[in-house]
T-cell receptor, first 107, second 115 residues
Framework: LAKTTQPISMDSYEGQEVNITCSHN???????ITWYQQFPSQGPRFIIQ???TKVTNEVASLFIPADRKSSTLSLPRVSLSDTAVYYC????????FGKGTRLHILP | SAVISQKPSRDICQRGTSLTIQCQVD?????MFWYRQQPGQSLTLIAT?????????ESGFVIDKFPISRPNLTFSTLTVSNMSPEDSSIYLC????????????FGPGTRLLVL
């Protein structure tokens, strides 16, 4: 099973760009990289998924270098409502959640 | 994406009793899973709910404690049996509509408190 490592927590301020990096050294050829967001008392919510290079949607961007051993979730101009836990997953046969990154946005 | 609902949304139970949690999806999906999330922790996969056959359990989880039913492609139940306070958690069902991309969608969760 591919394992992911990401910072336990991060603080940032409203209006800033936040980048959360995840390492996944044992990623397999067919694995996708997926990020989820979870607010307290809610189920995780899909944010973005990518395989290589860069993916962008209305919520975030995902940067994946050529070796795919890491990925960076970029949240542009965060607000207080972006305070949540963010999970990086490498999806193979089983979907296993790591500890996630607790992002705290300050006013 | 599919709409996933869970019942009940929350419950308070006495130790030694059992609770059955329902997960309903508004479309047919092959892959459905049950997770547990203890307070302040990440999600732990309990089992894969297989339609028409027995569920596949992860290490540390057994069928006697967490029996699962999957009678069709839109519905599943998870029973938490002979509960103890250590079973107090949020229980979530999830689906993967697309087998290739494996993007996973979660239900709202069932918050269980065992006294």
């Amino acid at each position: 099973l591919a394992k992911t490592t990401q910072p336990i927590s991060m603080d940032s301020y409203e209006g800033q760009e936040v980048n959360i990096t995840c390492s996944h050294n044992n990623i397999a050829t067919n694995d996708y990289i997926t990020w989820y967001q979870q607010f307290p008392s809610q189920g995780p919510r899909f944010i973005i998924q990518g395989y290589k290079t860069k993916v962008t949607n209305e919520v975030a961007s995902l940067f994946i270098p050529a070796d795919r051993k890491s990925s960076t979730l970029s949240l542009p101009r965060v607000s207080l409502s972006d305070t949540a836990v963010y999970y990086c997953l490498v999806v193979d046969d089983k979907i296993i959640f790591g500890k996630g990154t607790r992002l705290h946005i300050l006013p | 994406s599919a709409v996933i609902s869970q019942k009940p949304s929350r419950d308070i139970c006495q130790r030694g009793t059992s609770l059955t949690i329902q997960c309903q999806v508004d479309s047919q999906v092959t892959m459905m899973f049950w997770y547990r999330q203890q307070p302040g922790q990440s999600l732990t996969l309990i089992a894969t709910a297989n339609q028409g056959s027995e569920a596949t359990y992860e290490s540390g989880f057994v069928i006697d404690k967490f029996p699962i039913s999957r009678p069709n492609l839109t519905f599943s139940t998870l029973t938490v049996s002979n509960m103890s306070p250590e079973d107090s958690s949020i229980y979530l069902c999830s689906i993967i509509p697309d087998r290739e991309q494996k993007t996973q969608y979660f239900g709202p969760g069932t918050r269980l408190l065992v006294l």
